[in-house]
Structure formats: C-alpha cells, structure tokens
C-alpha cells in the first residue's frame, strides 16, 4: 500500500493517517512532495538546522532534501572541519532514519543508541549518545554581575540605603566563582544602623558527573526551592563534593505568604538581624510568592514600614521554602560552621524512584552536637483527586521532632494545603520553632474563596477571603474582600477588613483599597498608565492614600526594558516629602563585549548584537527579554540549560520580523556569556499615493526597486530595509519622495 500526500496537507491530518492504519504500518510508505509552484531545490534550502552532536557545534547546517528524502548535510564540509570518519558514519545513519514528514512541529527519538531532539520551531538538532548523561561543555572567561539598589529618603531626617549583588566569574575547565555581597544602611533622627559584608563566596569546579566546591556559605543566600530537607547550615569556610544532579533543580517557590498592611509602603524581612528582603507594601491584602524569599526553614520579622520611614507594625513568620521531593544526587561538606565556629561533617543526598521521592541530610560536630532528618514524599492519585503527602523525622542530640505536610485536591472540590512542624529544634545547629499553616481554596464560578491559618511562636493568625473576577467589553475587574484575625499585635480582640479593587481597560489599570483596623479606617488607590515601545514598557502613575486626617499623594514611574528594571516616586506624606529609587539589573563582559540586561538569577547569559538595518527602530523578545536595534544586550539563560535557536518574539504588529537567533548554547554554565549575533530581516511594505508639492500625482518607475507608480501615483513597495525617500523617474521628469512622513497615504515628491 503506498501513500502520497502533498506537503500543503495539514501535519496534524498526516499523523492521525499514520496512527490509524497500524496494519498495514509494515507496507506503508510515506512519500514527502513538493507544493505546485516549488522546486526540489527551493524546497532543499526552505529548512535548515542548526545541529550539534555530542554537546559540540556540527561545522554546517542539516538541511531537507525532498530529491533524497531524507536529512542531509554536507560531508566534505563536515571532514574539512575536523568530524571524524565514525562520527559522519554514525550521522548518517542516525538522520537517515529520522521521520522528518510525520513531525509536525518538533519530535524526540531515540536511533542507534543516540538521543535526538528535532525543533522544527527553533530550527535545532540535538544529537546525544544516550549513555553519556552528562555533557562537559567548553567554558571560557566571562563576568557576570546582578546589582540591586533602593534608595529611601524623607524630609524628616529618613534615609534608607540597600544594595546588594552577585557575581559569577566564569573561568576555563568548567570552573567558575561566586560572590555575594550586600550593604544596608538607615538613619532615622538620631539612630543610625550599618550593616554590610560579603555573605557568600565560592569557586566550583565542575566535572563529568560531580563537583567541587570550597568557601564561605550563607544560608541566608539559599536560592528558592534549591534544597530539600530543613537541615541548612551556614559555613564559615567549607568544601563540598557532590554529584551534578544535586545542582540541576527546579527551583520553584514552595508557596505564597499573604500579609495585610494598614499603610502604603514596604515590608522588611529580617533574619537573624539582618535585612534580607524589602517588598513593595499596598493598604490591605499582600501576595508575596516565595520565590522573592530564601530557601530553607527558618523564621523572620516582618516589619511594614511607611513611606515616612515609620514602623507601622511587626510580626513573626515562619518560612518553609523547601522544594520536598526535588530530584536526585547527593552532597558531602566538610567545614567550620559559621556561628559556633565547630568542624561540621554535612552530608545529603535525594533519592527518586517511579513511586516516591525522599531526602535524607545528616550534620555531626565535634562533642555531641549532631542533626539528622529524613524525608519522603509520595505523590498519587486518589479517585480524581491529586494527593501528595510528606511525611519527616528529625533528631538530633536535644530530642526528637518531624514534621507532616498534605497538599490535596481537583479544581471542583477545591485546593488543601496543610503542614505541621512539631520539636525540630532537635539541636544546637537548628534552632528552629514550632508552627502550623492550614490553606484552603475553591472556585466557585467567577468567585474563588480562601482560608489561610498560620500559628508560630506566640503569634496565630486566621484569614477569611474572597476574590471575584469579572470581565466585560474589554474592562477586567478583581475585588478581593476578606477579615484577618491575630497578626497585628498581642491583644486578644485584633481584627482587622479588606477590601482591594483592581480594573484594567487596554493598557489603564485603576485601584482602590481599603482596610478596617484598632478603630480607624486606612484608604489608597493609584492610577497607572502602560506605554510599550521597541526597547521595552513603561508605566506612569499617580497614587493617594488617607489614614484619620493624614493624606498622601505621589507621582510614580516604572521602566522595564533592556538594561533591567528601574522605578522612582516623589510624594507627600502627611506634610512629609519622600522619594524613592529601585533598579535591578545585570551587568555580562566578556571577550565579545560588554552589556547590560535584565537579572540573571542562574548567573549565564547570552550577549546578544542586532545589526542596523537603515537606521530604522525595532525591538523584539528573545527568550522573554527586550532588546532593541543596532547595539549589544544581555540576555538571561537558565543554567545547565541547552539553546540551539533562542526563542524570539516580536512586539510591534506594524512590522513583519523574520528573526534567527543561532545561540548553540550547550549547558549554559554559571559566569559565562554566549554571544550571539541575531539575523533579522524586516518585511515593510510602503504604499500609498505620491503627489507633488501642488497636490498632483507623480507617476513613473521608482530607480530603487523598479516598481511602478501609476498614473494616479498609486505606489506599492515591498522593502528589506527602512526607506526614508525614493525616486521616481517618469515623463513629468525626476522626483524625490519623502517616505519618512505621510498624510492620509499621501506622499510629498518634489522635483530634481
């Protein structure tokens, strides 16, 4: 039985052919045509890869050839440029057997022991010899340093300075080094506090399936989601070897922290005296995802501070931000442990298996100081019910503790999250506190309502809300409304009401809020206003608030584009004149330049240079980040991650972008900058009618391009480049259109 299908046929269709003749699937053949009106050879070049084998660049394109049938390459390039004989044999074969025609869109395979990943989309192969499971990728020197800055200052003697970077130094041999940094100084009347240091500092060398690692370790630096036990030490000095899977995690937040203030400002998160995180603050409620925390198990103050410097209210929390169930691999560290200063042995490791993930941590000291903790986590499914349970055991040389965690539910009966943590400052390394969080969350059509219990310490908390979505006639509307009790201050009858309206129409976004607490009123509200460009978005806006007889109003702005994220705002508090700055940014050199970007939390990225094109203004998205025309931009890469074709997107609908982005990043490791040079290629069409400076048409042949104008000046161009004027060439004789500006379509010739 043969088949022959046209290659304008939906690939969707020709997959379902394929699945549904399994019968006769021995005597199938399937055979790739080209489309009326093309030639085999326009067809050959319409599809080309960028391809690499073994973690390596191949020297040329893959390329289809519909003449052949098959993926071809050119193998007297491929010999010219150092590709062996077995290795040409062994490509061969492999793209021989790839199924090209049935792969829609992209496709995973696994042919004579290799790997293949195909992305008709990026336009990438990957090749990868199925028993080698890591990749040694090539390293080189390259910097790369993300910077934050917040300034705070008010005309009641108020200043606040907060900075704090990292740096990646990338280094040859798969070695790089680490430094975290961060500085905090306030002044309020008469009291003043300091505080700065290098917390963390680091070099890591890695090899094919494990690391190396040695230096100063704070836990306070512990990204979201990168450790999976409670057990998190800091060390003074240290040295750590571990297995490569230990470093490729998933680092998502475990949760969400709701707080409710009762003024417009900040909240502060302090741990162990140290100010870690500062959080934009609006009057009622507050999300605050995780991942903007620390990773680990430990507690901290949150203080909300107004814009005025005044500390509006303190509390307790404990954070859980541990990723339980996070992969596999395994650690041994042996250092000085930062606070006591003892010799600590600490070791780890991560199982997983088809049924359950569990995680096991163990510290010994000298004397009798020791920890050890083991968990499991077991996610199922239960009727049509999502269930994943964790269950830990902790002892140590004080006593013994654990904890148990449930996270359960479907989107008709609702989301349950609960976690109690009992005894587990089981040792004088682990100082930690009993607490108890209980969550729970339906949808009910438009409406979602929500429970929140916290206890910790000697502060409990309960939170009842609801948040309805609405939308109609391009308005979008959220109203969340709720009642907190406990959490403000010790007082048996602390209560407190919310309520926080957003609406957004196009790129307008308006709200209101409001919150009932001790006996007073507290209201706020801003406008803010979007504006989207090549280089990035910027928002503009004015916000008030009113507490008893003290008003606020400010003027605040907010970009977002190329070279990072920066905000500001001037206002007046209650007689009170304040100001504010914000930046976060990335600063990547190396050997093919220096850029600024976006922060880059894995510590690679990519320098990416858009050629000129006639001097006109563009922009587009690679991998999610703005960059804009005729310069150099760092761009953030996840780590340990591959980039054959980076992904890019356009931002301005007006204009047609074919945009290539061959990256041929092979597990982007921390401090390195991959550059690379986009390809775009701009598809603007100019039509209209040109007239001369007297209203009359201009007709003839356009000298650029050949097109004719015809003889009511009606012109259509089709261009690769930005037209600024053309001319014309006719019987009226030779003139010279400005293309740069128009009128009603309506274009301005004059002659000469």
């Known amino acids: 039985m043969e088949w022959s299908l046209m290659a304008n046929v939906n690939p969707g269709w020709l997959s379902c052919l394929v699945l549904l003749t399994p019968v006769y699937a021995n005597s199938a053949q399937i055979e790739y045509q080209v489309p009326a009106g093309f030639s085999e050879a326009e067809q050959d070049k319409s599809m080309q890869f960028l391809a690499t084998m073994g973690g390596k660049?191949?020297?040329?394109?893959?390329?289809?050839?519909?003449?052949?049938?098959?993926?071809?390459f050119d193998e007297a390039l491929y010999r010219e440029n150092g590709i062996s004989t077995e290795q040409i044999a062994l490509l061969t074969k492999v793209l021989s057997e790839i199924p090209y025609a049935v792969c829609p869109n992209g496709c995973d395979y696994t042919i004579a022991g290799q790997m293949i990943t195909l992305d008709k989309i990026k336009q990438s192969l990957t090749i990868t010899d199925g028993n080698q499971r890591y990749i040694q990728p090539e390293t080189m020197m390259g910097f790369i340093h993300n910077q934050s800055l917040d300034v705070r200052t008010a005309s009641n003697e108020y200043r606040a300075?907060?900075?704090?970077?990292?740096?990646?130094?990338?280094?040859?041999?798969?070695?790089?080094?680490?430094?975290?940094?961060?500085?905090?100084?306030?002044?309020?009347?008469?009291?003043?506090?300091?505080?700065?240091?290098?917390?963390?500092?680091?070099?890591?060398?890695?090899?094919?399936?494990t690391y190396l690692r040695g230096g100063r370790q704070d836990s306070r630096d512990t990204a979201a989601g990168s450790i999976s036990t409670s057990l998190n030490p800091s060390f003074d000095q240290f040295i750590t070897w571990g297995s490569q899977d230990n470093l490729k995690r998933d680092n998502q937040s475990a949760g969400k922290l709701v707080l409710f203030a009762t003024a417009d400002g900040d909240y502060e998160f302090y741990r162990d005296g140290r100010l870690i995180r500062r959080v934009?603050?609006?009057?009622?409620?507050?999300?605050?995802?995780?991942?903007?925390?620390?990773?680990?198990?430990?507690?901290?103050?949150?203080?909300?501070?107004?814009?005025?410097?005044?500390?509006?209210?303190?509390?307790?929390?404990?954070?859980?931000?541990?990723?339980?169930?996070?992969?596999?691999?395994?650690?041994?560290?042996?250092?000085?442990?930062?606070?006591?200063?003892?010799?600590?042995?600490?070791?780890?490791?991560?199982?997983?298996?088809?049924?359950?993930?569990?995680s096991s941590a163990l510290l010994k000291g000298t004397g009798s100081a020791w920890a050890m903790e083991h968990n499991i986590t077991r996610p199922m499914q239960v009727a049509d019910v999502e269930v994943t349970p964790t269950l830990g055991v902790?002892?140590?040389?004080?006593?013994?503790?654990?904890?148990?965690?449930?996270?359960?539910?479907?989107?008709?009966?609702?989301?349950?999250?609960?976690?109690?943590?009992?005894?587990?400052?089981?040792?004088?390394?682990?100082?930690?506190?009993?607490?108890?969080?209980?969550?729970?969350?339906?949808?009910?059509?438009?409406?979602?309502?929500?429970?929140?219990?916290?206890?910790?310490?000697?502060?409990e908390r309960h939170q009842l809300q609801s948040t309805w979505n609405w939308r109609s006639n391009g308005i979008w509307a959220v109203i969340s409304a709720g009642v907190q009790k406990g959490?403000?201050?010790?007082?048996?009858?602390?209560?407190?009401?919310?309520?926080?309206?957003?609406?957004?129409?196009?790129?307008?976004?308006?709200?209101?809020?409001a919150a009932y607490n001790n006996g007073k009123l507290h209201t706020g509200g801003s406008y803010m206003r979007e504006f989207e460009d090549s280089h990035g978005t910027t928002y503009a806006?004015?916000?008030?608030?009113?507490?008893?007889?003290?008003?606020?109003?400010?003027?605040?702005?907010?970009?977002?584009?190329?070279?990072?994220?920066?905000?500001?705002?001037?206002?007046?508090?209650?007689?009170?004149?304040?100001?504010?700055?914000?930046?976060?940014g990335m600063l990547a050199a190396s050997k093919d330049g220096v850029a600024l970007g976006r922060t880059s939390p894995s510590g690679a990225a990519m320098l990416v240079t858009t050629p000129e094109l006639g001097g006109m203004k563009y922009g587009f998205k690679v991998e999610g980040y703005p960059v804009a025309n005729s310069s150099t931009y760092a761009v953030p890469l996840a780590s340990y991650q591959d980039v054959t074709f980076a992904r890019a997107q356009t931002v301005d609908a007006d204009v047609d972008m074919n945009i290539r982005l061959p990256a041929n990043v092979v597990r982007a490791h921390p401090g390195q900058v991959y550059p690379v040079q986009a390809e775009v290629?701009?598809?603007?069409?100019?039509?209209?009618?040109?007239?001369?400076?007297?209203?009359?048409?201009?007709?003839?042949?356009?000298?650029?391009?050949?097109?004719?104008?015809?003889?009511?000046?009606?012109?259509?161009?089709?261009?690769s480049m930005l037209l600024k004027e053309v001319t014309v060439n006719g019987k009226q004789g030779r003139y010279r259109c400005d293309l740069s500006q128009q009128k009603e379509k309506r274009y301005l010739c004059v002659a000469g």
Not at 280 to 304: C, K, M, S, T
């Open 681 to 719: 290629e701009m598809n603007l069409l100019y039509n209209g009618f040109l007239v001369d400076t007297h209203g009359n048409p201009v007709s003839g042949t356009l000298q650029e391009t050949g097109d004719t104008v015809y003889p009511n000046g009606l012109f259509s161009v089709a261009s």
């Open 394 to 459: 902790m002892a140590g040389e004080k006593h013994t503790g654990g904890y148990a965690s449930l996270s359960a539910g479907n989107p008709s009966l609702g989301y349950l999250n609960a976690a109690q943590y009992q005894n587990t400052a089981v040792s004088t390394f682990y100082p930690a506190n009993n607490s108890t969080s209980l969550s729970y969350g339906r949808q009910f059509g438009p409406t979602r309502l929500g429970y929140n219990y916290n206890r910790y310490s000697r502060s």
């Open 280 to 358: 934009p603050a609006v009057i009622g409620r507050n999300e605050i995802d995780y991942n903007q925390l620390p990773g680990g198990f430990y507690g901290v103050e949150i203080r909300l501070v107004n814009r005025s410097g005044q500390v509006v209210s303190r509390e307790e929390q404990q954070i859980a931000n541990i990723s339980y169930g996070g992969g596999s691999g395994w650690y041994l560290t042996f250092g000085n442990e930062l606070n006591s200063q003892q010799n600590v042995l600490n070791a780890g490791a991560n199982f997983q298996t088809n049924w359950f993930s569990a």
């Open 161 to 209: 300075v907060s900075a704090f970077g990292q740096g990646y130094l990338g280094l040859p041999a798969q070695s790089y080094g680490y430094l975290s940094w961060y500085y905090n100084d306030s002044k309020n009347f008469d009291t003043r506090t300091t505080d700065q240091g290098v917390s963390t500092w680091y070099l890591q060398k890695n090899f094919t399936s």
């Open 541 to 584: 806006g004015v916000d008030f608030s009113e507490i008893g007889r003290a008003n606020a109003v400010g003027l605040n702005a907010r970009r977002s584009g190329t070279r990072g994220d920066a905000s500001m705002r001037l206002g007046v508090d209650d007689h009170i004149t304040s100001g504010s700055f914000n930046y976060n």
């Open 487 to 513: 959490g403000y201050d010790n007082r048996s009858n602390n209560y407190g009401l919310y309520l926080n309206t957003t609406i957004m129409l196009d790129r307008n976004t308006g709200t209101f809020n």
């Open 57 to 72: 660049a191949l020297p040329g394109a893959v390329s289809w050839s519909a003449k052949q049938n098959r993926l071809t």
